[in-house]
């Protein structure tokens, strides 16, 4: 790639990487325990993690920023591998989009960089602080997914740092094994240390973006069908509370690029302040907006958020469409900090699963109505379409997702767990899969379910040959793959 804009400086040296015993979970808050975290701040001192893990007999677990919302990240038998101090942007080509940078590097550090330049993340996720390794190992997708594809599709090019200490370079013709294993490989093949990826040119810092409320399911799905030829962008968000007639009711936000001449300023929109999130949210400060929604975080005060949310909702899809700032549009879960605290001590899981076109509606049906029969409503629901994609352990389908967030308590966990046990069925029979940036609840035999015993036993073979002592090693790993391997 060309070498433009050379950004990193050099690192001082020192002995060996930053090391502290903290309390490390997954960002649900529902799993964590306490342990030893590793910073290393560039390869030398990943390996140096390595050989320390071998010494005091641990393995170890790779985390970025922590936004997995389970036990993706978290290694209770072992240390913790936390990327975030190698973080530099190594280079970007304002000509061609193309950026590379350390695998600690994050979304948020990427579109500030580039928008100014008229260049946008080909994919982001719904909130800007995972980092570009955290993301290429879960392979997020984003609002566009039907039309892009996920963030792997948006990478040329990634080193690789093996447990043996071998640094790989993988593309798609280059070790193109490992490119495909790695991205959505949950890091249990070695440590990206280098990203290069792909950004958008874009010609304004605004999207126009329009409202649809939507009285069902079946309303949704067809109007995502019907307007996915044309737009960029494309999300529901499900009232879970609704039944009957209004089973699966929610609003759509549909949105597009402006083209070159639409904007009159775009000298303006371009800039980083005009992206900023708001600072206040119905004339309170955001930051202490989650100490108000903790009082209406149970049943009754969910089904009322969820209510005033849907009507305020049909009234905005009345008006004229309007402009947005890419980063207003994108980062729905950082308008309101810590809003996950919101939800108690037991904290949230949020259970996505991605179904076929063919099934999705039936299934997703029979999800809410068995939600309801059982007493577990979701308080928040988000729907997306999808496409396929061509790596190993892909979460992706030519279909539907639709992500449920379940509030953790002490008292009904087990069964909340039960519950979640119930709904893998219906996804399973219907042929769906699970993401495992979101999971904490399947089992062994669901992943069996999901993928091709060929798929399974190739990147068997792969982490055999890559890391044959199993050095790297997460909850999620021994809860799903070590009793297969």
Partial sequence: MPAKALLAPPIPRRARPERSYERVEGWGMAVGSDGVVLRPRDVDEVRACFEQARREGKSLGLRGSGCSYGDASCNQLGHTLDLSRMNRLLSFDPASGVAQAEGGFTIEQLWKHVLPHGWW??????????????????????????????????????????????????????????????????????????????????????????????????????????????????????DCFGRGEELGRGLIHDARYLDEGEDPHPEQTLRLGHQELPLTILGFPKSEVWKILRYFSNDLGMRA??????????????????????????????????????????????????????????????????????????????????????????????????????????????????????????????????????????????????????????????????????????DLWRRLFEPCS
């Fill in 305 to 474: 958020i969820n209510t005033a949310k849907y009507w305020s909702g049909r009234l905005e899809a009345m008006g004229e469409p309007h402009r947005q700032s890419h980063a207003a549009f994108a980062f729905l879960l950082d308008y309101v900090p810590g809003w996950k605290l919101a939800y108690g001590r037991g904290g949230l899981i949020q259970y996505q699963s991605f179904l076929p076109n063919a099934t999705a509606h039936a299934a997703y049906e029979q999800m809410m109505r068995w939600n309801h029969e059982r007493g577990f409503v979701p308080y928040l629901g988000v729907f997306k379409r999808h496409r396929p994609d061509p790596f190993w352990l892909t979460h992706a389908v030519d279909g539907w997702s639709f992500a449920m967030d379940f509030k953790v308590t002490a008292s009904r966990r087990a069964d909340l767990w039960r519950h979640c046990s119930e709904l893998t069925r219906i996804v399973l029979e219907a042929g769906g899969k699970f993401y495992f940036a979101k999971d904490l609840v399947i089992a062994p035999r669901d992943v069996q379910s999901m993928f091709p015993a060929d798929r399974l036993a190739a990147f068997s073979a792969l982490k055999q040959r890559l890391d044959p002592g199993a050095l790297l090693q997460t």
């Fill in 121 to 238: 993340p080909k994919v982001v996720s719904g909130t800007m602080f995972p980092t570009l390794a955290g993301a290429a190992a879960m392979n997020i997708h984003g609002k566009n997914n039907y039309a892009v594809g996920t963030l792997g599709d948006a990478i040329s090019e990634f080193d690789l740092l093996a447990p043996s200490g071998e640094l790989y370079t993988c593309t798609r013709e280059r070790n193109a094994d490992l490119f495909h294993a790695a991205i959505g490989g949950f890091g249990m093949l070695g440590v990206i240390t280098r990203v290069v990826l792909g950004t958008k040119r874009v010609h304004s810092g605004d999207l126009e973006v329009r409202a649809f409320a939507s009285r069902n399911l079946r309303e949704m799905m067809e109007y995502f069908e019907s307007h996915k030829a044309n737009s960029d962008y494309l999300v529901g968000w499900i």
